[in-house]
Structures are given as C-alpha cells and as structure tokens.
Nanobody, 122 residues
Framework: QVQLVESGGGLVQAGGSLRLSCAAS????????MGWFRQAPGKERELVAG????????YYEDSVKGRFTISRANAKNTVYLQMNSLKPEDTAVYYC???????????????WGQGTQVTVSS
C-alpha cells in the first residue's frame, strides 16, 4: 500500500513562486517513482515532472523546463515541486502521484494524492 499526502497549493501572482510537497509511505522504495500531474478545467491530466527514488533521473514536460524543479528528500520520504516564474496557464489542480516503474511514463503512476489547487493570477 502506498499513501501520499500533499500540501503547498494556493494563490500566487504571475511571476511568483510556490513549492508543493508530498510525503510518501510504502513497503519499499526500490524502483519507486514519484511525480506531479496537473489538470486544468476542460483539459486532460498531464504529467508535469517525475523522479526516480533511487538514482537521479528526472523528467519534465517541455512547458515547465527551466521553471519547475522536482527534488526528493529520501530521509523524509518526501518529494517537492518548486515552481518559479509562474504563469496564469499553470493554474490547475496539482496531484502528487507514485508508482513502480519509469518516471517519465504516465502509466507508471497508480497511486494518487488528493490534489491541491494552484491558482496564478495575472
């Protein structure tokens, strides 16, 4: 069983920054991957960033490269998404996700957090 608890969403002005956090519990973290998805109204859920728990392999969707950074704190079983230079089009519900497999494959992720709203005002 994998349990995810996320936090850090809120309202921020364009150009601002926000950091999302997700704490994970699992039987083992071998081959574990964690990522962040987002879903805006009327759009499909998309994988924004992913990271392997063991190793240093990351994935970013093109639209967030250079602005978002995914990182992990293994001792805390926590993954972060640092979001800088936020734009109104980043507005969405952001979901922490986890699974066993490749961090850049959407179908890796089959465990989900509750979602947190990120709203970027113009």
């Amino acid at each position: 069983q994998v349990q995810l608890v996320e936090s850090g969403g809120g309202l921020v002005q364009a150009g601002g920054s926000l950091r999302l956090s997700c704490a994970a519990s699992a039987r083992t973290f071998g081959s574990f991957a964690m990522g962040w998805f987002r879903q805006a109204p009327g759009k499909e859920r998309e994988l924004v960033a992913g990271i392997k728990w063991i190793g240093d392999s990351t994935y970013y969707e093109d639209s967030v490269k250079g602005r978002f950074t995914i990182s992990r704190a293994n001792a805390k079983n926590t993954v972060y998404l640092q979001m800088n230079s936020l734009k109104p089009e980043d507005t969405a519900v952001y979901y922490c996700a986890a699974g066993y497999g490749l961090q850049y494959m959407s179908n890796t992720y089959n465990y989900w957090g509750q979602g947190t709203q990120v709203t970027v005002s113009s």
